[in-house]
């Protein structure tokens, strides 16, 4: 049975029932249940912005504060994954992956491999990600590419509630280290989700607008809430004749190569929409793979839709300068499909 | 090493210097009073911690200090900005991302900084700024001109691995560095006497070879005479002090914040503890003072925060010309 | 809470009990010495690490450990493998890069691991496993598995942010943790008493609410007594323990060092203080093992460690074939 | 005068002249003197590779040892920087990037934007990067990929003698902060380098071989060592009549994208070859460039030659097949060439 809710009740909802389903999923986080050793109540925060609200209720002991030392109590997830439980870890910022980027990179993507195959480190990391929120350079910050270039992880990367839940199940179910990057501007976003458990799996890219009968002239690959942005430009240039192809890679690392290859082939016109920094980043990732794999498909140079090379302003006017807008998506789009061989 | 909380007299201190201190704390209290206002109206975005009732920590600090001298500070930044000289002006407009504000609106209220005034930011990133203050005492070491450098943090930085590093590292370079650890119980919603292994914090100087003290963070006297042995050891090259100064935040952690972790402590300080008020009952009681002079410092204080507030809404916002300025020096 | 070098006695071992810890101690140093002789021939690539000298430590502990237990080792983790039942004929191919390895040649001398042993790997980043301890304390506490997890670390990893934020995060959490400071002297060139800003690093267990104890490292039995003290009570939930070891190693920072950094403690150490020296006369003295026993151990010893160095040496290499496997349990 | 001297000395001497010529420039890091508190010698090391050995000796006060704290040393730097002094720090291998990331991309690179533009943060942070050295998982990454993607940061991976002390000069003058990233396998390669100071401005690519006689059939951009291995390719590949023009950027931020899409003009065809894993790589970076810039000019599939998308593995057996060769970038090259349109 679905319903309506939103993207934070949605990962609030795969956790609970990954939960319930196995006892040795457990949660940990700055105040990811709240007020421990505080007078007032237990549970008081559920995490900054609320995502994990209720859980410790549900699951006594097995939601855990954590004190400000993200090296120890990610690493300690790390850890407790290769002792047989499951951990669901919160960096609270994907921006704070500064202050124990060593533990997930060196240590929790590398032991698999440094192991000879002889360990399994099933932890995820939650995280949140993306600008919009006026959090400015040190609260808005994509960095996906970063770990999306790290062997070893997997990466995730819902842009909606539906998705959100089943990569969530997914990623705890899975035996290998997933970050998954909930982004912060969709958290009040609401759409369909069934009640029941499901799992969606990784390196399954979504194609969620297809051209207008069986024709599309351009494939648009968009990240996140990127997505949405791509959504609302396609239906723009849709009145003004131009059919679009929207590719949602879902998860960043596997990605979805075939989907995205044979979208390509068929339109032969890409653009990349990634709110990221544009240097190695998610964008030139996706335009570069086409630009060596179906080249000869290619009808019209590549376009990124980025971020500038900048750190995320915090004034209003100028972060929604630095995000991609409908706008700048649809002159892209207009761009490659004007172009002239 | 470790010492208790005392009840230092005011003795030493100048009227003048009494009159400054009153009305830094004062400036503070208003702006943040005033902040939390406007940020209920909605016309200010983003994260805004706020500072009140910690105003004698950064004051009774930055009262020693002078332009050799340097600050990190916090997400809760205002009070140690206005405490080492920062523009109010300029700080209330970066609140509203002006293109009149102190980083030309580009920071916000996390990432005020001055470094003209030696204030070396706010800072987003919890225990970002202890190593940041080793480079600066380290600086002034080199080059010998008497300064010293100020980290301030909470209790709840006081777990971070960088703010431990640079505890040891201050140490073993023997560097002109202060530790002000602002204890006022949580961090976020989580209570210091949980996340915190040891009764205080003080505690964990002697297991990074400096000497640590506790102040009553209320009383700016204590926090004053705290600091300014530690302020003198340092730029006589005795090395660095860890001083833990405990308190309570009137606010939210944020504003938004619904507080459910704790119950009417706030009411509490604010009614008996309140370090304006204390200053005021000792300051007069002494005789060194009036209530008309402070009053008056009341009424200027009161005046000056509502014309930032004009200011700031009047100013103009930055524009598409500024979004890629200021990335680099030069590039390319 | 902070103990002092003590001289244990070997009463409450059994026979048994005392030729396994030599059999584990004498097994490292013939290992250790043999590895350095090959690295002289240029048979062995990359970096390594020895841990002769430091063999009491790894033994102290881990005799108090079973399966249930979890350990974190260093880059110098030949020791602490083999003290933990990590196979010497695979560490050895490891350590030659062969397919037949522990890791089967991925991982080289500092990542030796072997996750049914409970030994979670030898760690190319210092401070990398005290946070990976504090997890598989905390997997043992959920589960009541009754299992204990140490983190051994050396003296320069004792300054790590990483390290000290696991101090606090074991205390609060209540952990069943040992966290085994090794101070050998130096980190790399760097002498511990200049680079740990206290007397004894044991110091820095008040700072985090937890015991802290100083043992003679070369004195297996001084390591046994307090790492069996902290076994037990974090195994009753009575939380963790800090002991520091010290002693000195025997080789350089790794082979190829020319350790001008210091002088002859080596030789004084390998002449006078030598845990199986130490060992032999303390347990023969008291009647408790003949020499001929433990002779019969190094001849045992020997046969297999040469026996691991033909093997290793016979084996083939990892090919094509394994580049690109082993990355993830299951991938797209 | 240019003598032939190591790449390794080339540095020590860069280092050296700037600190003759300017006082405050200091050195810090692991052992950069060596022995700090031992009873040995002092300058016991300079540095574990010996690279800025005899610096304590000829400018005493200036080099200083840290303890394993790469937070507060690297911070420190930092925080120096601010207070008027131009510290080369030095990260011992850029894998110890976990440990102490935040300072330099939330704190370094981030205050003049933050602040503004008033905030001038002159530090280099010297560390060692690549594969070849049998030093395993965590001692032979790149990342120059994870640093490259920050706004704010400058990165330079010079590629032999001449360009590593210029570059170095350069670096230590600039007034923003900048990663500078040897490549371990360098060291002890030799080339020609004057005496005397000079600097190499950033952003300036060395064309390192032109085609022959103004004619090139392929560009490739090479970064680090990669360089050696692409000028060894060309000259098989020009056995065989193919012409070859290599582009070292010198310098991955800035890019000189003029100079790379001038000659992807010329001669229509791009191999970037990088050894850093692939994913958001370097590598996608400078193909996705060309994909969109110069589109019209592009004959043939960009090539990407990289390291596969594992951990770096020890075995020398298997180390040798991630590192890309000569083999993969003539094999790479050959496919442009013979690619039919
Ligand atoms: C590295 C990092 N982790 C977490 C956060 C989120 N955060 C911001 S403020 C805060 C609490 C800080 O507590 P404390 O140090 O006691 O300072 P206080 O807010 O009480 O002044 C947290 C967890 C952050 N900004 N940076
Ligand atoms: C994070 C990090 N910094 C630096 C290094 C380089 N390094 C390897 S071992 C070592 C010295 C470690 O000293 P200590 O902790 O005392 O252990 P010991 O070598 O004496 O056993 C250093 C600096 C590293 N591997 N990881
Ligand atoms: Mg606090
Ligand atoms: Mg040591």
Not at chain 1, 301 to 310: A, D, R, W
Not at chain 2, 167 to 187: K, T
Request: charged share 20%; proline share 4%.
């Amino acid at each position: 049975m679905a319903r309506s809710i939103t993207y934070r009740e949605a990962i609030n909802e795969a956790i609970a029932q990954e939960m319930a389903r196995d006892e040795r999923v457990i949660v940990m986080g700055e105040d990811n249940a709240g007020g421990a050793g505080s007078p007032g109540e237990d549970d008081a925060w559920g995490g900054v912005l609320g995502v994990t609200k209720g859980l410790y209720g549900k699951f006594p002991g097995r939601v855990l504060d954590t004190p400000i030392s993200e090296s120890a109590f990610v690493g300690a997830a790390v850890g407790a994954a290769t002792g047989g439980l499951r951990p669901v870890v919160e960096l609270m910022f994907i921006d704070f992956l500064g202050v124990c980027f060593d533990q997930i990179f060196n240590q929790a993507a590398k032991f698999r491999y440094m192991f000879g195959g002889k360990a399994v480190t099933p932890v995820v990391v939650r995280t949140m990600w993306g600008a919009g929120l006026r959090a400015a350079a040190q609260h808005s910050q994509s960095l996906l590419s970063v770990v999306t270039h790290i062997p070893g992880l997997k990466v995730v990367a819902p842009s909606n509630p539906y998705d959100a839940k089943g990569l969530l199940i997914q990623a705890i179910r899975d035996d290998d280290p997933v970050i998954f990057a909930e982004h912060k501007m969709l958290y009040d976003v609401s759409g369909d989700v069934p009640e029941e458990s499901y799992a969606i799996p990784f390196g399954e890219a979504n194609i969620v607008r297809e051209g207008s009968n069986g024709h599309a002239d351009v494939t648009i690959v968009a990240i996140g809430r990127m997505v949405n942005t791509a959504l609302e430009a396609a239906d723009e240039l849709a009145s003004s004749g131009i059919q679009v192809e929207i590719i949602d890679p879902r998860t960043t690392s596997p990605l979805d190569t075939d989907t995205i290859l044979e979208s390509v082939e068929n339109t032969g016109r890409l653009v990349v929409v990634d709110e990221s920094n544009p240097r190695c980043s998610l964008a030139t990732d996706i335009a570069a793979l086409a630009a060596q794999e179906v080249f000869g498909s290619l009808r019209a140079p590549i376009q990124q839709v980025t971020g500038p090379h900048t750190p995320v302003p915090f004034a209003d006017s100028l972060e929604d300068l630095f995000i991609p807008d409908t706008t700048r998506v649809a002159a892209a789009v207009k761009t490659v499909v004007d172009h002239v061989g | 090493m470790t010492g208790t909380l005392t009840q230092a007299p005011a003795a030493e201190l100048t009227p003048d210097a009494l009159l400054d201190a009153y009305r830094t704390m004062r400036t503070i209290r208003d702006f943040e009073e005033r902040v939390h206002e406007e940020f209920a109206t909605g016309d200010i975005p983003g994260f805004v911690h706020l500072y009140a009732g910690e105003e004698a920590s950064a004051t009774g600090v930055c009262s020693h200090l002078d332009l050799r001298d340097a600050i990190a500070s916090t997400h809760r930044g205002h009070g140690h900005c206005i405490a080492k000289g920062v523009d109010v002006m300029g700080m209330m407009a970066e609140i509203f991302g002006k293109l009149t504000g102190s980083c030309r609106g580009k920071g916000g209220s996390m990432h005020i900084a001055d470094l003209s005034k030696g204030m070396l930011g706010a800072n987003g990133i919890v225990g970002g700024g202890p190593p940041l203050i080793c480079g600066r005492a380290l600086a002034s070491k080199l080059k010998g001109d008497g300064g010293v450098a100020v980290a301030f943090f909470g209790d709840g930085a006081s777990n971070q691995g960088t703010t431990l590093e640079s505890l040891n590292l201050a140490s073993i370079w023997n560097l002109p560095a202060i530790f002000v650890a602002e204890n006022n119980g949580y961090a976020e919603a989580t209570s210091s006497t949980w996340s915190v292994a040891t009764d205080d914090i003080a505690d964990r100087a002697a297991a990074f070879g400096m000497p640590g003290v506790i102040v009553d963070g209320f009383d700016f006297f204590a926090v004053h005479e705290a600091a300014g042995e530690a302020v003198a050891r340092a730029r006589e090259g005795g090395g660095p002090t860890l001083i833990e100064v405990k308190f309570t935040r009137y606010f939210g952690h944020f504003e938004g914040d619904q507080q459910l972790y704790r119950a009417d402590e706030v009411r509490n300080a604010r009614e008996n503890l309140d370090c304006l008020k204390v200053f005021r009952a000792r300051v007069t009681g002494s005789g060194q003072l009036t209530d008309d002079q402070l009053d008056q410092v009341d009424q200027e204080v009161a005046t000056a925060i509502a014309a930032s507030v004009v200011a700031a809404k009047a100013a103009p916002k930055p524009g598409a010309d500024d979004l890629l300025t200021d990335v680099y020096v030069s590039y390319q």
